[in-house]
């Protein structure tokens, strides 16, 4: 049996806090002996926690800590007050690839025996605004920009590669006469399908650029609440003349869980929303070397989740949210572009 015992005791009975609201509470220590040498130190902070399968995978977000007492104790009961103010997110979530926790964690350090620890989770959400409050302010327009590309060295590359896995995957082939397949073949398989891979996306791209000669984007905020609706517009010139089918904006919202980087590689995503709004486009008949203009607004519909960046080295877990503008053009392959956008509270 352990010679202290731990309790975190929470001013509020459902513990659930607002961002920027004040966490009050104590941790009430019981010691069983004299220890010359202890310590109590209390911290906050966030957890990703996600498990599918056999696979789990943990991230720790920002930590904050607080030394409540270093010194001697003697056999008795001891109280520690505490405060913390809640941070502004990522907020407490329970999604379909993972789910993001709040935490307040104990530990007792002593001369003598092994730490002691415990947990109380609590729930973090928005803090409520006043109705005059509710409107975003706005982040700043975004603009994006893009001319046709010189493809022809990453289409020699690609060829190159293509090329280089078909010889080496066939010498080393079960079909090739006198050679033992083994590592050397799929060694050629590799290059090969990333070589075909890269072929159809120089393809698609120079496709696409023979009609299409300049885009602009732009977007009247990366920055918006539920509720809102974003300004957009895409204007572009055309090589050749051709007809558009459509030019829309699709939102669209996922869950990320990305730890590729490590020996047990993971990743999952889940797609939380999608929905397509079509820019008002005055023509469909698009004329050679004059610009044409489409516009809209994206509404962010009411109630979806807000965004979450549990990322680091590009690793961790995600809530991500971008627009994808899409040139519809008849019979050719579509123009596409991201933009990601911040979805706040």
């Known amino acids: 049996m352990t010679a202290v015992a731990l309790n975190i005791i929470l001013d509020k009975p459902d513990r659930t806090y607002q961002s920027s609201e004040t966490i009050k509470g104590q941790v009430k220590v019981l010691v069983e002996r004299e220890f010359s040498a202890a310590g109590l130190l209390l911290a906050l902070y966030s957890k990703g926690f996600s498990e599918w399968k056999r696979n789990t995978a943990t991230f720790f977000g920002e930590r904050t800590e607080r030394k409540l007492f270093k010194g001697r104790w003697e056999p008795g009961e001891y109280t520690y007050p505490f405060e913390f103010v809640t941070p502004p997110g990522p907020f407490s979530y329970k999604g379909h690839v993972f789910d993001v926790t709040w935490h307040l964690g104990a530990k007792v350090q002593t001369s003598a025996e092994k730490n002691v620890t415990a947990e109380a989770e609590i729930t973090v ?3 409520k605004k006043a109705p005059q409050e509710t409107g975003t ?20 590359f690609s060829l190159v590669l293509l090329l280089v896995g078909i010889v080496v995957g066939w010498r080393n082939s079960p079909f090739a006469e006198g050679t033992e397949t083994g590592i050397f073949f799929f060694g050629g398989v590799i290059p090969t399908v990333l070589g075909l891979a890269l072929v159809f996306f120089t393809t698609w791209q120079a496709l696409v650029n023979r ?49 590729r980087k490590g020996k047990n590689s993971k990743f999952r995503k889940h797609l939380l929303h999608e929905s397509r709004q079509e820019l008002s486009l005055e023509i469909k008949q698009v004329p050679a070397n004059v610009p044409v203009q489409a516009r809209g607004e994206v509404p962010v519909p009411a109630g979806i989740p807000y965004s979450i960046d549990l990322m680091e080295s590009d690793e961790g877990m995600a809530l ?19 933009e990601k956008i911040t979805v706040l509270p």
């Open 137 to 156: 302010k706005h982040s700043g327009e975004a603009v994006y920009r893009e001319s046709p590309r010189n493809l022809k060295g990453f289409f020699g």
């Open 211 to 259: 009609r299409i000669k300049k885009v602009e984007v732009r977007l009247g905020t990366r920055q918006a609440r539920p509720g809102d609706r974003i300004p957009c517009s895409v204007t572009f010139e055309a090589h050749l003349p051709f007809e558009v089918e459509r030019v829309s904006a699709v939102l669209r919202g996922e869950e990320i869980v990305d730890f």
């Open 320 to 338: 991500t949210w971008q627009i994808e503008f899409i040139i519809g053009m008849k019979k050719w392959p579509d123009w596409m572009h991201l």
């Open 125 to 127: 959400v928005p803090e």
